[in-house]
């Protein structure tokens, strides 16, 4: 009740800061509508057509005797849903790290945090190949963990802390050094051009089993991060602000930090590195519904999800009967927007 | 006056100091030199090596020592102190202390081209042994300059903060196109192109220290001659427009010295990192940052890392710049922690 009142009390002081519960609320509802249109087109469209009426039938009365039926339930389904579930929990590890971290550069992908997750998952490649799903993704929890602990170890660290640039240096480095290290484990084991499509991001091997898991890791992440949005804007305003008005900037940094790597690293054992995603739609949904996170992670997480299903069914369609890696259709519109932020300086935040 | 006289003193006493590290170093790297060439798959012993320097080893050591190991040290030499000199000056014209020749995209730009390259060629083996670099080096300029003028700004020219995000947004750029084009070679183009990307000093002959050498001994003087310009350029914009340095053209001239160093050596050594990032940094521990002293002692050093990274190699059969980014990274992530 207290850090209620007290929260809204800091809205309150602050005129600058707004929040358009309005234009959220439009975001959430619309977006949500809109998912389901492309996950549906997503699930129709692909190296067999697949009418719309045929997608409803094969979700709602499956009929195992349809070969189509067959496609969209064992092979079409999955990869939609992952895509959403992944590109909702990219978004909302981005938007988690922005407002803790008040810097407008933070991205699981930039900062290292995925490379930390493939470079454990070029180990298991490499030496304990026949890994279960199950166990796998735990391999990746571990690098991203260890990859986030560089990371906030170097902050804590360093004198005077990270600037948004030297964090961006921080992160471009570490992932220079651990991809270097995973190239040199794929040059050595010969898995390289495997692991290279799946270091790029692509969804099209995913199977219910990997859906399955990260269902319930994303799913709980994701919650955890709604559970937690209203302390990350009290945050945002700034760690000695946070800590005046009452809030344990430790422990919330720390769960921050633990629902970024779960959700981080969950993503990347399904469907590898996918940047950018994590950068460019916090940004664009502080944009549009202010600067409270209790409005930012939900609809971040949705239009996470649009923005990564319309990728993936974008890469499908660059070149029929072969699939562009998804990590590079998302860089196209990720680096201007990158050279965008950097045109500012970093700024804002 | 007199505390003037001292002042003058202890500078002279520290300079002299300085030079004996430096010479200190150039003996090192004459030392690792030597090991490194007794060391690799086949051992040759120090005197087995004199012999054949000398002309009396039998055909195989000459072979191994004059065919495979003695080109492959020298690029080392080379490429190490290219790669040193062209972070050398990126850290003194960025006042960035994490400069590497990397931040301004050149190691992608030259990956960018080779892959291109080996992707449109269907035999690697057919194509003469020096487009590869001159490919490499055009792809290092061009993304060198891509970054440039992607940091330019009318108002105030070519920040350090824009130089560095947009080099990172840059590399990101080249990195995707670099995924999407590797899906598209076969396994044998894949190998000789990771193992490219890798660093691995693949081009290891006599004709690729000739397409170096002239390249270095032209850049070198420019840079050493430039050594008091990068003393002022170090000390900030304001200042060093105060002092009457003119920036902007200065700043342009030694960066594109430094993507000519750059470029030069990731055509002929691969996309190595961390060299131009480290050996100017130990440089700077030993002999302080006055640049007349510590181009020549980063030259150095960077040669003596490369060299013994590459001869661990050898020994081990990794690519250098696998080895380079484990010596490296460590040192990288012990001086962000401690960097101001």
Redesign the interface.
Same mark, same amino acid.
């Given at each position: 009740m207290a850090t209620h009142s007290i929260g809204e009390g800091a809205h309150a002081s602050a005129k600058k800061l707004r929040t358009r519960p309005l234009a959220a609320s439009v975001i959430l509802i619309g977006g949500l509508a809109l998912l389901a249109l492309s996950m549906a087109l997503s699930i129709s469209i692909g190296a067999k057509a697949i009418g719309l009426s045929a997608v409803w039938d094969a979700v709602w009365h499956f009929n195992g005797d349809l070969t189509d039926h067959q496609i969209i339930r064992s092979l079409r389904m999955p990869r939609t849903i992952a895509c959403a579930l992944t590109g909702a929990a990219f978004a909302v590890a981005g938007s988690v790290m922005q407002g803790m971290t008040r810097n407008p /550069?933070a991205d699981p992908g $930039?900062l290292g945090i995925n490379a930390g997750a493939g470079f454990m998952l070029a180990i298991c490649f490499a030496f304990i190949p026949h890994l279960l799903f199950g166990q796998l993704i735990w391999m990746s929890f571990a690098g991203a963990a260890g990859a986030t602990a !560089?990371i906030y =170890? /170097?902050g804590s /660290?360093?004198? =005077?802390g990270l600037t948004p *640039? %030297?964090l961006? $240096?921080?992160g471009? +480095? *570490?992932s220079? !050094?651990l991809l270097?290290?995973s190239?040199?484990i794929?040059?050595?084991y %010969?898995i =390289?051009?495997s692991l290279? &499509?799946w270091? &790029?991001g692509g969804a099209a091997g995913v199977r219910w089993a990997q859906v399955d898991v990260i269902l319930w890791w994303i799913g709980g992440g994701l919650l955890a991060a709604m559970l937690l949005a209203r302390y990350i804007t009290l945050l945002s305003l700034g760690d000695e602000t946070a800590a005046g008005i009452g809030v344990r900037v430790g422990w919330i940094k720390l769960i921050g930090a633990v629902i970024i790597l779960i959700l981080a690293g969950a993503s990347v054992s399904v469907v590898g590195f996918v940047? &950018?995603i994590g950068l460019m739609v916090p940004h664009i949904t502080r944009y549009l519904v202010g600067v409270s996170y209790r409005w930012i992670v939900p609809c971040s997480a949705i239009l996470g999800a649009l923005l990564f299903v319309l990728a993936d069914l974008g890469a499908r369609m660059v070149r029929p009967g072969s699939e562009?890696?998804v990590?590079?259709l998302i +860089?196209?519109i990720? *680096?201007p927007f990158?050279?965008y /932020?950097? %045109?500012r300086? =970093?700024r804002e935040l | 006056m007199a505390a003037k006289s001292i002042y003058a003193a202890s500078d002279t006493k520290r300079r002299a100091k300085a030079w004996s590290t430096v010479v200190g170093l150039a003996l090192l790297v004459v030392v690792v030199f030597i090991v490194s060439m007794n060391t690799g798959y086949i051992r040759l012993s120090p005197l087995d090596v004199g012999k054949t320097l000398f002309g009396f080893g039998t055909d195989k050591q000459s072979l191994i020592l004059f065919q495979f190991r003695l080109p492959r040290i020298v690029i080392s030499v080379l490429v190490g102190a290219g790669f040193a000199l062209a972070g050398c000056i990126l850290q003194g014209i960025t006042r960035n202390p994490l400069a590497d020749p990397g931040l301004i995209g050149v190691n992608s730009g030259a990956s960018l081209m080779v892959i291109l390259f080996v992707a449109l060629r269907p035999s690697i083996s057919a194509s003469p042994p020096y487009t590869l670099p001159f490919l490499a080096f055009f792809g290092a300029a061009a993304a060198g300059a891509v970054v440039y003028f992607l940091a330019y700004k009318k108002s105030d020219g070519v920040s350090v903060l824009r130089l560095v995000l947009v080099g990172i947004a840059v590399q990101a750029g080249i990195s995707a196109a670099i995924i999407v084009l590797t899906q598209r070679l076969n396994p044998e183009q894949y190998q000789f192109a990771a193992t490219w990307l890798a660093g691995s000093l693949w081009g290891a002959n006599w004709k690729f220290v000739l397409t170096l050498l002239p390249w270095m001994a032209v850049l070198v003087p420019f840079v050493m001659s430039k050594a008091r310009t990068l003393n002022v350029l170090s000390l900030g914009d304001h200042l060093s427009v105060g002092l009457g340095a003119r920036l902007q053209r200065e700043r342009l001239l030694l960066l594109l010295a430094a993507v000519a160093l750059a470029g030069s050596c990731v055509a002929v050594g691969g996309a190595i990192s961390f060299i131009g990032l480290i050996g100017p940094h130990l440089a700077r521990r030993l002999v302080g940052s006055r640049h007349e002293i510590l181009l020549a002692a980063s030259a150095l050093s960077g040669s003596v890392l490369l060299i013994a990274a590459d001869t661990i190699s050898r020994v081990s059969d990794t690519p250098t710049g696998i080895i380079v980014a484990i010596i490296g990274a460590p040192y990288f992530l012990y001086l962000l922690a401690r960097a101001r």
């Amino acid at each position: 009740m207290a850090t209620h009142s007290i929260g809204e009390g800091a809205h309150a002081s602050a005129k600058k800061l707004r929040t358009r519960p309005l234009a959220a609320s439009v975001i959430l509802i619309g977006g949500l509508a809109l998912l389901a249109l492309s996950m549906a087109l997503s699930i129709s469209i692909g190296a067999k057509a697949i009418g719309l009426s045929a997608v409803w039938d094969a979700v709602w009365h499956f009929n195992g005797d349809l070969t189509d039926h067959q496609i969209i339930r064992s092979l079409r389904m999955p990869r939609t849903i992952a895509c959403a579930l992944t590109g909702a929990a990219f978004a909302v590890a981005g938007s988690v790290m922005q407002g803790m971290t008040r810097n407008p /550069l933070a991205d699981p992908g $930039l900062l290292g945090i995925n490379a930390g997750a493939g470079f454990m998952l070029a180990i298991c490649f490499a030496f304990i190949p026949h890994l279960l799903f199950g166990q796998l993704i735990w391999m990746s929890f571990a690098g991203a963990a260890g990859a986030t602990a !560089l990371i906030y =170890g /170097l902050g804590s /660290l360093s004198r =005077g802390g990270l600037t948004p *640039v %030297r964090l961006a $240096l921080a992160g471009s +480095a *570490v992932s220079a !050094l651990l991809l270097a290290l995973s190239e040199g484990i794929a040059l050595k084991y %010969r898995i =390289g051009q495997s692991l290279d &499509f799946w270091l &790029f991001g692509g969804a099209a091997g995913v199977r219910w089993a990997q859906v399955d898991v990260i269902l319930w890791w994303i799913g709980g992440g994701l919650l955890a991060a709604m559970l937690l949005a209203r302390y990350i804007t009290l945050l945002s305003l700034g760690d000695e602000t946070a800590a005046g008005i009452g809030v344990r900037v430790g422990w919330i940094k720390l769960i921050g930090a633990v629902i970024i790597l779960i959700l981080a690293g969950a993503s990347v054992s399904v469907v590898g590195f996918v940047s &950018f995603i994590g950068l460019m739609v916090p940004h664009i949904t502080r944009y549009l519904v202010g600067v409270s996170y209790r409005w930012i992670v939900p609809c971040s997480a949705i239009l996470g999800a649009l923005l990564f299903v319309l990728a993936d069914l974008g890469a499908r369609m660059v070149r029929p009967g072969s699939e562009t890696p998804v990590g590079a259709l998302i +860089a196209i519109i990720g *680096v201007p927007f990158l050279l965008y /932020l950097a %045109r500012r300086e =970093g700024r804002e935040l | 006056m007199a505390a003037k006289s001292i002042y003058a003193a202890s500078d002279t006493k520290r300079r002299a100091k300085a030079w004996s590290t430096v010479v200190g170093l150039a003996l090192l790297v004459v030392v690792v030199f030597i090991v490194s060439m007794n060391t690799g798959y086949i051992r040759l012993s120090p005197l087995d090596v004199g012999k054949t320097l000398f002309g009396f080893g039998t055909d195989k050591q000459s072979l191994i020592l004059f065919q495979f190991r003695l080109p492959r040290i020298v690029i080392s030499v080379l490429v190490g102190a290219g790669f040193a000199l062209a972070g050398c000056i990126l850290q003194g014209i960025t006042r960035n202390p994490l400069a590497d020749p990397g931040l301004i995209g050149v190691n992608s730009g030259a990956s960018l081209m080779v892959i291109l390259f080996v992707a449109l060629r269907p035999s690697i083996s057919a194509s003469p042994p020096y487009t590869l670099p001159f490919l490499a080096f055009f792809g290092a300029a061009a993304a060198g300059a891509v970054v440039y003028f992607l940091a330019y700004k009318k108002s105030d020219g070519v920040s350090v903060l824009r130089l560095v995000l947009v080099g990172i947004a840059v590399q990101a750029g080249i990195s995707a196109a670099i995924i999407v084009l590797t899906q598209r070679l076969n396994p044998e183009q894949y190998q000789f192109a990771a193992t490219w990307l890798a660093g691995s000093l693949w081009g290891a002959n006599w004709k690729f220290v000739l397409t170096l050498l002239p390249w270095m001994a032209v850049l070198v003087p420019f840079v050493m001659s430039k050594a008091r310009t990068l003393n002022v350029l170090s000390l900030g914009d304001h200042l060093s427009v105060g002092l009457g340095a003119r920036l902007q053209r200065e700043r342009l001239l030694l960066l594109l010295a430094a993507v000519a160093l750059a470029g030069s050596c990731v055509a002929v050594g691969g996309a190595i990192s961390f060299i131009g990032l480290i050996g100017p940094h130990l440089a700077r521990r030993l002999v302080g940052s006055r640049h007349e002293i510590l181009l020549a002692a980063s030259a150095l050093s960077g040669s003596v890392l490369l060299i013994a990274a590459d001869t661990i190699s050898r020994v081990s059969d990794t690519p250098t710049g696998i080895i380079v980014a484990i010596i490296g990274a460590p040192y990288f992530l012990y001086l962000l922690a401690r960097a101001r």
